[in-house]
Nanobody, 116 residues
Framework: QVQLVESGGGLVQPGGSLRLSCAAS????????MGWYRQAPGKQRELVAT???????NYADSVKGRVTISRDNAETTVYLEMNRLRPEDTAVYYC??????????WGQGTQVTVSS
């Protein structure tokens, strides 16, 4: 079992920046993928960015160039640096983790609101 705790969400002005963090903990696990998804009202949950154990990163086209995903050396914390934020980035952002035994976990979500 893996528990995910997100932090860093909040209100930011258009053009501003936020840094989200997600810390994973559990009795025993081997994380393969860590990432972020988001869901805006009336929209499907969508990929923002992921990073996996080999180090491959992928980004949604809508955030490419404005977002950087990274994780610590222990591979238990994932970060999402978001820059030049737009109102359409407003959503609940969910941390995502999967493990080498194909288990999937979701964080509770953290609200990001981009508004003046």
């Amino acid at each position: 079992q893996v528990q995910l705790v997100e932090s860093g969400g909040g209100l930011v002005q258009p053009g501003g920046s936020l840094r989200l963090s997600c810390a994973a903990s559990g009795r025993k696990f081997s994380i393969y993928t860590m990432g972020w998804y988001r869901q805006a009202p009336g929209k499907q949950r969508e990929l923002v960015a992921t990073i996996n154990t080999p180090g491959y990163r992928n980004y949604a086209d809508s955030v490419k160039g404005r977002v950087t995903i990274s994780r610590d050396n222990a591979e238990t914390t994932v970060y999402l640096e978001m820059n030049r934020l737009r109102p359409e980035d407003t959503a609940v952002y969910y941390c995502y983790v999967d493990t080498t035994d194909y288990r999937q976990y979701w964080g509770q979500g953290t609200q990001v609101t981009v508004s003046s």
